[in-house]
């Protein structure tokens, strides 16, 4: 499928669906921490990338054959709401499935009210929000010009204005970068203005472009708790977890996720280790044949293997 992936499992998500509606990778911000690595160039025009009908035949197809699905959500290679027709799309999934609909977006475009009512009928949005000033957003999510922090706030406030739906804020915790008190208190004041529903802290757990990305302590993470849930309610540090049991085709399966982010090479043993339980020898067969395929690569991240795509094959 060229549109859909996983699904994957998340505490925060259950078993979700993704659906991703960008040529990679396609971006306003270009973040210190992206996992899709740096945004060669930025891209701020809105447009229908791919058919929105060849997407949501993709989407039928992908429902009919995954019984179990708690969540279908759109996110993908750069800031999903680029793509011209979303909200046409989620009002069709609408018609087709009570399963509900997740947005994660970093929420630049929110400012735009035409963004904003491609929104309204999501289940649940995910917009970003890292820092509580200027500089720091423009130290942590670069953004392409006139994308400035002001706009970004006044985006998010006036989206919770109009939205009825659940409204959880990602926010993306880098050590010695926005842990600080005083960063964690700034925030605090924007997210207060903001009034999402949640924040859900999120932690820089794959390979990122720049060097002094890294996992704050537990110390750092446990104080940005602290500090954020005066405001709302934080829900803790999280790690989507893959699942391969109902894949048609796992080299497939594994290429469509490992494509659209790095993948911990233990994650991927236990995924296949629950397709196979107590069958050691054949996972480490499996994974073996999957790296002659030459379609992957190891990365080191912080001492940890890590699947990338190779982009050296061929
Ligand atoms: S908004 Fe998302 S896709 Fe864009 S640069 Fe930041 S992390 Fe990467």
Known sequence: MKYIF??????????????????????????????????????????????REEILEEIREAIAVNSSLDWITFVGSGETM??????????????????????????????????REELLQADA???????GTETLHAQIDRPAAGLTFRRHVEGLVAFRRQYKGRLWIEVMLLGGINDSDEALHELATVLKEINPDMVHLVL????????????????????????LSTVTTVVNPVKGTMDLRSAPDMLHAVSDIVSRHPVQQRELQKAISDCFP?????????????????????????????????????
């Open 278 to 314: 107590g069958e050691n020898d054949k996972v480490a067969s499996i994974m073996l044949d999957m790296l002659s395929t030459g379609r992957f690569k190891l990365v080191d991240h912080g001492g940890e293997p890590y699947w990338v795509i190779n982009d050296d094959q061929g």
């Open 204 to 227: 820089p757990t794959r390979p990122a472009p720049e060097q002094e990305v890294r996992i704050p302590s537990e110390d750092r993470i446990e104080q940005a708790i602290a500090i």
């Open 82 to 115: 680029l793509y011209k027709g979303i909200g046409w799309l989620i009002g069709e999934v609408k018609k087709l499935t009570t399963i509900p609909v997740a947005v994660i977006t970093n929420g630049s475009l929110l400012y735009l009210p035409e963004v």
């Open 125 to 131: 949005v995910l917009p970003s929000l890292n820092a």
């Open 6 to 51: 996983g699904p994957v499992s998340s505490k925060r998500l259950g078993q979700s669906l993704g659906v991703d509606l960008l040529p990679p990778k396609s971006c306003t911000w270009n973040c210190v921490y992206c996992q899709l690595g740096k945004t060669r160039k930025f891209v701020t025009e809105r447009q229908e990338f791919f058919p």
